[in-house]
């Protein structure tokens, strides 16, 4: 793997972690927290392979999703403000990491033994969620995740979409930095804290900015050969 990405991945690895556990409620802290995510950000993807007009694009829909899952339907809540200001940011940081993933030969070459790992695990995570915590909509969002993992043509991608997106709101949801609806508002369906399909909400969102990217550069993308193509631009939904 490329030395650059590990130092990114090690990077977020104490970065993340760090960050949650300072979350706090105020103005100054939440700019400063803000600020230093950002420039965590522009760090580690001035040097990257992923086209910035992605992680823009991402962090423009995630933050219209956190508008729409968060304030208006009442998914979730968090603690310290209605939305804090390290989030839209940080959703950066995880479509960057994501996306880095799976632009690594290293993991490419198994690209499918990592998606089979991701299903396996997946299913197993939602079977207990569910048996144990009665968590029905985590059940239903694996399921679609499970669907759009198995039909996507970049399933790297969308594998490290939601395996990184597991484990950042198990670390979320016990610190407490946000917490889940015991029952889902309007639909009535009990789900955990955090719903085991959660991560279906990254692959939602990488498929939303490949989509948008893809049709900015598609007069481009015409002119190359199918090798040729950078693999994020690549459409990543069902065929």
Sequence with gaps: MQRRFVLFLAAALLYIPALLIADTRGLIPQLALGLATLMFLFVFARGSDVEPRQIITAIIVATAGEIVLSLGWGLYTYRNALIPLYVPFGHGVFYALAAE?????????????????????????????????????????????????????????????????ILLEWL????????????????????????????????LLDLITVGICSTQWLPKLRSFNRTERPALLEPSGPQ
């Design 101 to 165: 993933s799976a632009l690594q030969p290293a993991l490419r070459r198994h690209s499918r033994s990592i998606a089979r790992a991701v299903l396996i695990s997946g299913s197993i995570i939602a079977a207990f969620s569910f048996l144990f915590y009665r968590d029905q909509w985590g059940l239903v969002w694996w399921i679609g995740a499970a669907i759009l993992l198995v039909r996507s043509r970049n399933q790297l991608l969308l594998s490290t979409c939601f395996a990184y997106t």
């Design 172 to 203: 979320g949801t016990a610190i407490g930095n946000w917490q889940w609806a015991a029952v889902v508002p309007f639909v009535g369906l009990r789900s955990a804290n955090p719903p085991s399909g959660v991560g279906i909400l990254y692959i």
